[in-house]
């Protein structure tokens, strides 16, 4: 796809795969609003940027964008354990808000394309946990979402099913992203490539396996 001044709306885009995000398709000269929880840092002044809680009010300037691409990466999850209180947190945050944004764009005539940030976590964990051998999800894998997350991205890609199906307006893509890490992430393997860069001990737990820590190779700098 050519970006060259098309009009993209980013929410989380803040986040690790949203910062990447933007700084690609400034590069290709695409027109950006950028929508995020947090406020902005951006340095490129071509950037409009919107703070806004997506659970609590969806800005009008992503009906006014006129958007003809929509990455909608905003969303809150837990790691391994999900607390009492995170069921409220994930149908605000994830269900709820996904929900009114496609309220609120579904039915521009400008909207071409809308790519939502699923989760590997929509499919049967027997097929990933415990495995004695590497596996490979495919999207023909039996569905049975292992938490909230899983649970709420499915229930938004049924959602998008049924626009795409009805409102034949524009067309949905759900990426069942697996893990991710990057500059400033709080994730696993964004703190392990940290402590390994400053020659640190790496901790590794399991449920069956006592603590493991070994000291990693040191690199040399470019």
């Not at 149908?91 to 039915?107: I, P």
Request: proline share 4%; aromatic share 10%; hydrophobic share 40%.
């Amino acid at each position: 796809m050519r970006w060259n001044g098309k009009k993209v709306l980013i929410t989380g885009s803040m986040g690790i795969i949203g910062r990447a995000l933007v700084s690609r398709l400034v590069s290709e000269s695409a027109q950006l609003l950028s929508v995020d929880i947090k406020p902005t840092n951006w340095s490129d002044n071509s950037i409009k940027h919107v703070q806004a809680d997506l659970s609590k009010v969806i800005p009008d300037e992503c009906a006014s964008f006129g958007p003809e691409v929509i990455f909608h990466l905003a969303a809150t999850f837990e790691r391994t354990i999900e607390s009492p209180g995170y069921w409220k947190t994930s149908f605000d945050n994830n269900v709820l808000a996904t929900h009114r944004l496609l309220e609120k764009v579904s039915s521009l005539d400008s909207l071409k394309l809308f790519v939502f940030a699923s989760s590997y976590l929509i499919y049967d964990p027997k097929l990933y946990m415990g495995a004695i051998e590497v596996c490979s999800l495919k999207e023909t894998d039996p569905i049975a979402p292992r938490n909230l997350v899983g649970l709420a991205k499915y229930f938004t890609e049924r959602e998008l099913s049924f626009l795409e199906d009805t409102e034949r307006q524009f067309r949905a893509v759900s990426a069942r992203i697996f893990r991710v890490y990057g500059r400033g992430s709080r994730d696993v393997i964004s703190r392990w490539v940290r402590a390994g860069l400053r020659g640190e001990r790496i901790e590794v737990w399991g449920k069956t396996a006592d603590l493991i820590t070994f000291m990693p190779m040191m690199w040399p700098r470019a």
